[in-house]
Nanobody, 125 residues
Framework: QGQLVESGGTLVQSGGSLRLSCVASGFSLGQYAIGWFRQAPGKEREAVSC????????FYKDSVKGRFTISRDSAKNTVYLQMNSLKPEDTAVYYC??????????????????WGQGTQVTVSS
């Protein structure tokens, strides 16, 4: 079966930058919608960004627009989340996920096929 592994999370000061990586094995990310999610303690999991499997469009949660960028490197079968101008409220466990569905607005679709184990991002104030 396929697998996703996130990496890159760490402690970073407010205003700093991080790049998270999500490496897929056992399947090709090019055939799936890809989403980045996050969950902070005591809060619901929320979609942060995604790449649509329909046409490759990218989408972002309003609070991260202009700060985060999602991208995919097909040759490396890896998806990235570049996070700039980080804020304490960005602190969470970040997960990547993949689903074969073809909804254009991928922030609202369900991700049922593959999930990573998560990587912790902590932004100090």
């Amino acid at each position: 079966q396929g697998q996703l592994v996130e990496s890159g999370g760490t402690l970073v000061q407010s205003g700093g930058s991080l790049r998270l990586s999500c490496v897929a094995s056992g399947f090709s990310l090019g055939q799936y919608a890809i989403g980045w999610f996050r969950q902070a303690p005591g809060k619901e999991r929320e979609a942060v960004s995604c790449i649509s499997n329909y046409d490759g469009s990218t989408f972002y949660k309003d609070s991260v627009k202009g700060r985060f960028t999602i991208s995919r490197d097909s040759a490396k079968n890896t998806v990235y989340l570049q996070m700039n101008s980080l804020k304490p409220e960005d602190t969470a466990v970040y997960y990547c996920a993949a689903d074969h569905g073809r909804s254009r607005y991928c922030l609202r679709q369900e991700y049922n096929d593959f999930w990573g184990q998560g990587t912790q991002v902590t932004v100090s104030s």
